[in-house]
């Protein structure tokens, strides 16, 4: 692996001043390089949650339900990450994602989903505590999902850019929709309002290095899916929702990551766009519209298709 001082330069931080701080501040937010995946991990832990209290309390038809819910944000997530993070990391960084298992990872917590389908689906009656030990096997593996994600991610928070998590979820597949329409409704209903501040305003800002297209496509999202008491609560806490303000240029923050070739955004988001999961395709190529100049990531784009 190359060192990181070829691949990586930090930029310095730039400090507003005291006049201009508070404009500053609600014009434009740097995100967090992996806010959805952390905003997702909560999300994926309530679920676990939500499914082992219906068994509890012995509801079966909430359980089944619940479990189904579970699974179509998995499948979602899981192609989300392999279109986008697990391939730039890889494709960066000497295939780090896969030395790390996270693919591994996704594979054991699909055998452990099926054979839990599987006992839900049988023709006999089933009892909770039949149920018990196969879901904790399948919640167990969700967990080690995240926690490998946290461990593969965690060196590289705030040296790449966010964006890359958000332009795969605007132009991926066809469910995207009820992706985000989950996890804002599980950051709510679970009372989870900070969390959910937080990633409205680093969706936003991630959002405002995106093309007009893939704004216009998430933001509705958000006031469409939340209730109007949370929308207030969100607004109270400084949180606009009725527009997205463009930062003036002179006070952007300077990129993190520096390009180390003249390899253009849309070659990699080319790439990035011919990776899939289960055969699935993106269904528009990831390229910047006519308002938004090719902006370079520094990531090499991968050479070759992952086995997963």
Same mark, same amino acid.
């Given at each position: 692996?190359?060192?990181?001082?070829?691949?990586?330069?930090?930029?310095?931080?730039?400090?507003?001043?005291?006049?201009? =701080?508070?404009?500053?501040?609600?014009?434009?937010?740097?995100?967090?390089?992996?806010?959805?995946?952390?905003?997702?991990?909560?999300?994926?832990?309530?679920?676990?949650?939500?499914?082992? @209290?219906?068994?509890?309390?012995?509801?079966?038809?909430?359980?089944?339900?619940? @479990? &189904?819910?579970?699974?179509?944000?998995?499948?979602?997530?899981?192609?989300?990450?392999?279109?986008?993070?697990?391939?730039?990391?890889?494709?960066?960084?000497?295939?780090?994602? *896969?030395?790390?298992?996270?693919?591994?990872?996704?594979?054991?917590?699909?055998?452990?989903?099926?054979?839990?389908?599987?006992?839900?689906?049988?023709?006999?009656?089933?009892?909770?505590?039949?149920?018990?030990?196969?879901?904790?096997?399948?919640?167990?593996?969700?967990?080690?999902?995240?926690? *490998?994600?946290?461990?593969?991610?965690?060196?590289?928070?705030?040296?790449?850019? =966010?964006?890359?998590?958000?332009?795969?979820?605007?132009?991926?597949?066809?469910?995207?929709?009820?992706?985000?329409?989950?996890?804002?409704?599980?950051?709510? =209903?679970?009372?989870?309002?900070?969390?959910?501040?937080?990633?409205?305003?680093?969706?936003?800002?991630?959002?405002?290095?995106?093309?007009?297209?893939?704004?216009?496509?998430?933001?509705?999202?958000?006031?469409?899916?939340?209730?109007?008491?949370?929308?207030?609560?969100?607004?109270?806490?400084?949180?606009?929702?009725?527009?997205?303000?463009?930062?003036?240029?002179?006070?952007?923050?300077?990129?993190?990551?520096?390009?180390?070739?003249?390899?253009?955004?849309?070659?990699?988001?080319?790439?990035?766009?011919? &990776?899939?999961? =289960?055969?699935?395709?993106?269904?528009?190529?990831?390229?910047?519209?006519?308002?938004?100049?090719?902006?370079?990531?520094?990531? &090499?784009?991968?050479? *070759? &298709?992952?086995?997963?």
């Amino acid at each position: 692996m190359k060192s990181s001082s070829s691949m990586l330069s930090v930029a310095p931080p730039t400090v507003p001043s005291e006049s201009s =701080s508070r404009s500053r501040a609600k014009a434009y937010l740097a995100p967090r390089s992996f806010f959805l995946s952390d905003a997702t991990h909560i999300m994926l832990e309530m679920a676990m949650r939500d499914c082992e @209290f219906a068994l509890i309390v012995n509801d079966m038809e909430r359980f089944g339900l619940e @479990f &189904k819910s579970a699974c179509r944000v998995l499948d979602n997530y899981s192609f989300l990450q392999t279109a986008g993070w697990y391939a730039v990391l890889d494709a960066r960084f000497s295939n780090i994602a *896969k030395k790390r298992g996270v693919y591994d990872a996704l594979v054991a917590e699909t055998e452990s989903r099926r054979r839990l389908a599987q006992a839900l689906t049988t023709t006999e009656p089933v009892e909770p505590e039949q149920l018990e030990p196969v879901f904790e096997t399948w919640s167990e593996q969700v967990r080690a999902v995240v926690i *490998k994600e946290t461990k593969l991610f965690r060196p590289f928070e705030g040296r790449l850019t =966010s964006e890359i998590g958000v332009k795969v979820l605007a132009n991926g597949g066809n469910d995207w929709e009820f992706f985000m329409q989950r996890l804002l409704t599980s950051l709510e =209903s679970h009372q989870q309002m900070h969390e959910l501040a937080a990633f409205v305003r680093q969706l936003q800002a991630a959002l405002q290095r995106c093309t007009d297209v893939e704004r216009e496509r998430l933001l509705p999202v958000i006031e469409k899916t939340l209730q109007s008491e949370t929308l207030q609560l969100l607004q109270g806490m400084g949180v606009e929702l009725h527009s997205l303000p463009e930062p003036p240029v002179s006070e952007q923050p300077q990129r993190i990551v520096r390009s180390t070739s003249s390899r253009s955004m849309a070659n990699l988001k080319a790439t990035i766009s011919s &990776k899939s999961l =289960s055969g699935k395709k993106l269904n528009a190529p990831l390229s910047p519209g006519p308002q938004s100049p090719p902006r370079s990531f520094g990531f &090499k784009s991968p050479q *070759k &298709k992952h086995p997963w």
